[in-house]
Each structure stands twice: as C-alpha cells, then as structure tokens.
C-alpha cells in the first residue's frame, strides 16, 4: 500500500511542480510588464493619462476662444484710435504722444502681458493666485493715471469738428488701454499655442506606447491567473490523492513461502524442438516427393540412358576459380566419352554429333560451344551447325567453325547434311573435318528429321537438374528412339556442387558450398505449386 501511495502522489507531485515553475515565471514576467509601465510614467510625467489629455483639449478649445477674443478686441480698438485720432488737431496729438503718456502706456502694456500669463496659470499655484491681484491693482493704478493727465491737459479744449475734447479723450484713452492689453494679450497666446502644439506632438505617440505596455500586462495577467488556477487544481488533486491512499489491509493475502515450479521453459524447449523436428520432416518429406532430376546419378535412373558428363551451376562469385577448374575438368569429361564412343563405333571421318533437348532453354548452346571450344584447343576440327528461325537475319559467319542453317517447313523431311546446309558452305579449302556437331530444337515442341537420325553417330540429350523428367519427355524419347540408330548420352546442366561427388572427389568443401546446399534444400518448397485441373464438359447430341 506504501508503494502504491507513493506512486500515485508523485505522480501529481511532478505536475504540482510543473505549474508551481510556470506560475513563478509567468509572475516574474508580470511585475516586469508593471515595473516597465511606473518607468514609463515616471519618465513622461504621466499621473493620468487619458485626463491628462482630456484636460489639454480643454484647455487648448479655451485658449483658441480668448486667442480669437482677443484678435476682435484688438482689431476694433485700433480702427477706433485710427477714427479719434483723425478728428484731433495736430497740437492735440503732440500732447497725447507725450513722455509720461507714453511710458505709461508701456508700463500698462507690460502689466497687461503679466496679467495674461498668470490668468493662464492661476488654477495650478496659489503664488501665482495672489501676485495677480497686485497686478490688477497696479493696472488700474495705470489707467487712472493716464486718464487723470490727459484730464488735466484737455480739460477745456473742444475738437476740430466743433466735439468735446473731454469725450474724445475719454474715447481715446479707453480704446488705448484696449488696444494694448489686446497686443499683450495676443503675442502671451501666441507663445502659449506653440507650447501646446508642443505638447500635442509630446503626448500622441505615448497614447499608442502606454496601450501597448498596457495590453502586455492584461496579457500577462491572463496568464499568471490561469496558471494559479492549474496550479491550485493540481494541488486539489494532490491532496485529494494523499487523502483517498490512506487506506488499510484487512484480510492480507497469503503468499507461500516458496513460488511454485514453472513449466514455461520446458514448453518453450519442447515447443523449439517440436518445430525444428517438423520443419525437418517436411524437408525430408518435399526432398523425397521432388520429381526434379538434380544429381547425375537420377538423371541415369529416370531416363535409363549412359551418363556422358555434367556441368555445374555457375552461381558462386566466391569460388570462381574453383568453379573454373571444375567446368574445365568436366568438359574434358564429356569429351572423352565422346571420343571412347566414337572409336567403339568406329564410323567415317567426320563424326557426327547430334545435340538435342525434350525442353527449350536448357544451355544446349553453351555446352555445345564449350566441348567445341575445348576439342579445338586440343587440335581437332569442328564444324557446329545451329539452327535459327526462319526469315531471320544473322550476323557475317565464319563457315570454317559455324553456320546456322534455317528451320523450315520441311525440316521433318531432311534425309542428310547436303538437304539442310548447302556443300559449297562448308569448309572452303576442302579440308575435312574431325567433327561436326548439329544442335537441332527442343523434340517436344518442335519437329526433328527423322530420316537424318540414322545417319547420327553420336546423339547428346542435354537435361537441366532443376526439371523434371515427365511424360512427355518419355514419350518424345521413345519416339526419338525409333528413329535414331544408337542410344543417346545424357549430359546433366547447371548441377550444384554438392550433388557432383559422384563424379569429381576434389569438391571444395567451403562455408558458401554448405550454405548454398542449406539453402537449395529448404527451396524446395518453393518448387511445388498447387494446380486445380477444372474438367471439360462436352454436351453428347
């Protein structure tokens, strides 16, 4: 119980650990995303952002207002000065233009501009609060003294056009001190929209920046809560886990002291040997069954005819040198019962060898051309006459060494050499020849001249190990028989090594040799196919 306890809770321990690691990462990336926000603030004097830049529209709609105020006011008191000052006499505006009036004027002009700039800026500083009220005391100050001298200057004087001088002045004065507080007024806001469009320029991009750093900490949040949210699962689970293991043994089991014998392995040894013992019977038994001919010594069995030679199977790139001297060594074999059964006969040079097969494609061609190959190295001359089909083309021919004749319609009807090959091909200096070999078609599924066997002193049937010796090769021999004059020679093709004890005692006994008989020995199940014969049903009328 210990043991399953503690699997099952480390089990959720490793996931309780897992989202403890990301719930502290993903915390650590949050208090990043904020501490990155407060510099941000820090840097661009940010307390609120979006109040802040609802107050600076504000502001800006007021500025604008009192700007275009201020351009009337401005614009209206300069034509009435131009009007007033049209209808005084020239010793009047000598008086007007005066020292004291015009510094007074620029004194009211100055306090003005100064009353402007801390109007603007009253709401932020109670300093600022208190120094405009003596500023407007000192600006009302001014205007009394500029109104009190001109007073005293045109106190009695009358006009050009028959007016008061008393109201023209009053006018004057008036729009004077309008016109100037105007022109202050318009250069301090003129100022204060450059500081705005200042600001303008300062606060647009931080909108898009703050919202981004913004989104990254919602972002970042989502995470960090969704995170705890596993986190604490995991760790229900967790103690759920602890609390349900806690469980107790009432009736333990009884275990004996000693485990019982197991019979696995004797079934498994019995089992082994059980199958190799049945895949060695069948083996045997497709050996036993194998119709093919395979060794020298059942090519003489099945056919009942003399054995001339074998030829091995040319396979084995490992033992291409033994395999050579092998091929060689059998040839001369072949040749010699050749020679031992032309001398018993004892007919007329030159002898002639018939080559023939019940079965196409056996080698009839390259054992032919290495007997003859071999006969003249040792100084006989040969003449090998092989057939082809009709209305053939071959290539240019050496008719001192071969010639292949054509296999006609009335080939069944040939009686010797001079019907078959034309004499003035054969052998131009008139030399004659030791030997002349004729290969003719498969007798099963061609025609033969049955009239040229007779004249056959030596007749070559050439088998292939991996076929079988059936019915109708039987019965194309039998026929084949009655027509020749002597008993036919088997030669036995592409034999495998093993199989040729029984004619060479120097076999080399390699690891390739043994293996290829191994492996020629469980193919012969490959060999065997199932044929289903469907019988023909023919309607009697």
């Given amino acids: 119980m210990e043991d399953y306890k503690s699997l099952r809770v480390n089990e959720t321990g490793r996931v309780v650990q897992y989202f403890q690691h990301q719930v502290d990462s993903s915390k650590r990336r949050l208090s990043d995303a904020e501490d990155r926000l407060l510099h941000f603030n820090e840097q661009n004097n940010i307390i609120n952002y979006y109040e802040q830049s609802k107050a600076i529209a504000q502001q800006k709609e007021v500025l604008n207002t009192y700007f275009q105020e201020q351009q009337i006011r401005l614009s209206g008191a300069s034509l009435t000065l131009r009007e007033l000052e049209t209808k005084m006499t020239s010793r009047d505006s000598i008086y007007l233009k005066s020292d004291i009036i015009n510094q007074k004027k620029k004194q009211l002009a100055d306090i003005s501009e100064k009353i402007i700039v801390n109007k603007l800026a009253q709401n932020y500083n109670n300093e600022v609060a208190a120094r405009l009220k003596v500023l407007t005391?000192?600006?009302?100050?001014?205007?009394?003294?500029?109104?009190?001298?001109?007073?005293?200057?045109?106190?009695?004087?009358?006009?050009?056009?028959?007016?008061?001088?008393?109201?023209?002045?009053?006018?004057?004065?008036?729009?004077?001190?309008?016109?100037?507080?105007?022109?202050?007024?318009?250069?301090?806001?003129?100022?204060?929209?450059?500081?705005?469009?200042?600001?303008?320029?300062?606060?647009?991009?931080?909108?898009?920046?703050?919202?981004?750093?913004?989104?990254?900490?919602?972002?970042?949040?989502?995470?960090?809560?969704?995170?705890?949210?596993?986190?604490?699962?995991?760790?229900?689970?967790?103690?759920?886990?602890?609390?349900?293991?806690?469980?107790?043994?009432?009736?333990?089991?009884?275990?004996?002291?000693?485990?019982?014998?197991?019979?696995?392995?004797?079934?498994?040894?019995?089992?082994?040997?059980?199958?190799?013992?049945?895949?060695?019977?069948?083996?045997?038994?497709?050996?036993?069954?194998?119709?093919?001919?395979?060794?020298?010594?059942?090519?003489?069995?099945?056919?009942?005819?003399?054995?001339?030679?074998?030829?091995?199977?040319?396979?084995?790139?490992?033992?291409?040198?033994?395999?050579?001297?092998?091929?060689?060594r059998l040839i001369d074999m072949i040749i010699q019962q050749i020679k031992l059964n032309t001398a018993k006969s004892q007919p007329e040079k030159p002898y002639l060898a018939l080559i023939f097969s019940t079965q196409d494609e056996v080698g009839k061609s390259l054992i032919s051309k290495k007997i003859i190959d071999r006969m003249r190295s040792m100084g006989d001359k040969v003449l090998f006459l092989n057939y082809k089909v009709e209305n053939t083309y071959d290539e240019e021919e050496d008719f001192n060494y071969a010639f292949h004749y054509t296999v006609k319609n009335n080939f069944i009807d040939v009686k010797n050499l001079q019907e078959l090959v034309d004499s003035r091909y054969l052998r131009k200096d008139n030399v004659p020849y030791d030997y002349i070999f004729l290969e003719i078609p498969s007798i099963v599924h061609h025609t033969y001249p049955i009239k040229l066997l007779s004249e056959i002193d030596l007749a070559l049937f050439i088998l292939k190990s991996s076929s079988s010796y059936s019915r109708a090769d039987k019965t194309a021999i039998k026929s084949f028989l009655e027509a020749a004059s002597n008993e036919p020679l088997v030669i036995l093709n592409e034999v495998e090594l093993f199989n040729l004890g029984e004619l060479l005692s120097d076999i080399p006994k390699s690891r390739v040799g043994r293996r290829n008989k191994l492996k020629a020995m469980f193919s012969y199940a490959a060999q065997y196919k199932i044929v289903i014969k469907k019988k023909e049903v023919k309607n009697r009328g």
């Avoid at 729009?175 to 202050?184: D, L, M, P």
């Avoid at 929209?193 to 989104?215: D, E, H, S, V, W």
């Avoid at 103690?239 to 293991?245: A, F, G, I, K, V």
């Avoid at 485990?259 to 895949?279: D, E, L, Q, T």
């Fill in 137 to 328: 005391k000192q600006q009302q100050k001014l205007r009394n003294d500029i109104k009190l001298y001109v007073d005293q200057l045109y106190l009695y004087g009358h006009s050009t056009q028959g007016l008061p001088l008393k109201s023209l002045m009053e006018a004057w004065l008036k729009n004077t001190i309008v016109y100037t507080e105007a022109k202050a007024a318009l250069i301090v806001l003129a100022r204060r929209k450059l500081n705005f469009i200042r600001t303008y320029q300062k606060m647009a991009p931080l909108g898009a920046m703050l919202t981004r750093i913004q989104r990254g900490i919602t972002i970042s949040e989502q995470t960090y809560l969704e995170l705890l949210k596993s986190l604490n699962t995991a760790k229900m689970n967790q103690q759920n886990m602890e609390m349900s293991s806690k469980m107790k043994v009432v009736d333990s089991p009884f275990f004996p002291l000693t485990p019982n014998s197991s019979r696995a392995k004797y079934i498994v040894i019995a089992s082994g040997m059980a199958g190799f013992i049945i895949v060695m019977l069948i083996i045997i038994m497709l050996d036993y069954y194998d119709t093919s001919i395979r060794s020298p010594s059942r090519a003489v069995e099945q056919t009942g005819f003399s054995l001339a030679g074998a030829y091995p199977y040319l396979s084995s790139k490992h033992l291409a040198n033994e395999l050579s001297k092998i091929s060689s």
